[in-house]
């Protein structure tokens, strides 16, 4: 139903930026993409989201004026552009697709997930 595959990763130092992107081939009644991000004994977490038809995104408040979620429908791509990264935006971070449903950052509402992309920010 749904393929997920994120790239662009890496180590930056703090204040820097990365852009992450996710090939999202998606099919049926899929209508929410979001980004996720996890460290390690620790549950995940939400993001960003955005509706795949519009009507708006939704950001996380730690990543609320520094993030910023996209979509091309075109490239069948998810963005997220992180600005100002600091070292608690450690860890492994994660796309995924769900047909919005509220909450639209619960993990639990989405039910196709890519296999992540590590982001390691040092001070």
């Known amino acids: 139903q749904v393929q997920l595959a994120e790239s662009g990763g890496g180590s930056v130092q703090a204040g820097e930026s990365l852009r992450l992107s996710c090939v999202a081939a998606?099919?049926?009644?899929?209508?929410?993409l979001g980004w996720f991000r996890q460290i390690p004994g620790k549950e995940r977490e939400g993001v960003a989201m955005?509706?795949?038809?519009?009507?708006?995104?939704f950001y996380a408040d730690s990543a609320k004026g520094r993030f910023t979620i996209a979509h091309d429908v075109t490239k069948r791509t998810l963005y997220l552009q992180m600005n100002r990264l600091k070292p608690e935006d450690t860890a492994m971070y994660y796309c995924?697709?769900?047909?919005?449903?509220?909450?639209?950052?619960?993990?639990?509402?989405?039910?196709?997930w890519g296999r992540g992309t590590q982001v390691t920010v040092s001070s």
């Open positions: 995924a697709a769900g047909s919005c449903v509220s909450p639209v950052l619960a993990p639990s509402n989405y039910n196709n």
């Open positions: 998606i099919y049926g009644n899929i209508n929410c």
């Open positions: 955005i509706r795949t038809g519009g009507g708006g995104e």
